[in-house]
């Protein structure tokens, strides 16, 4: 409501528009960074390509989320199901790209599981020498 009383008031009375001036202006190369990330790695990697789903709702969800903004700044906040729309739409794109993200991180895990035995062992060889137990 906050944000929506602001925007209002820049619009009608032409004060108090750094917020909305500053949306504006962080929005375009976060959208753009957006972009551009879909389209590198649907050209260059792999992985994007084998699991595409993940970067073209990324994509579509930017694209959606500029149109949803523009039209929202066009009828001055006065449609709520707009301005709702809006912020869905932002929360879905946080939400794909955090997934996006956690998905396309190299796996940590060891190829063949340990036994009762082996944590110690492995956990040994990743400590620096100065940090392993002597006994």
Known sequence: MASQWAAHLCLSQGSGCQWLGLHRRLATPAALSVLMLVASGWL?????????????????????QMALGVATLRHALTVPALTIAHQLVACLLVAV???????????????????????????????????????
Request: charged share 15%.
């Open 97 to 135: 790209l955090a997934a996006l993200a956690a998905r396309a991180r190299p796996s940590v895990r060891p190829e063949a599981p340990l036994t009762a035995a082996e944590p110690a062992a492995a956990a040994a060889e990743s400590l620096p020498p100065a940090l392993i137990p002597h006994g």
């Open 44 to 64: 260059f990697s792999p992985w994007c390509r084998r699991h595409w789903g993940l970067p073209a709702a990324s994509g579509v969800l930017v694209l959606s």
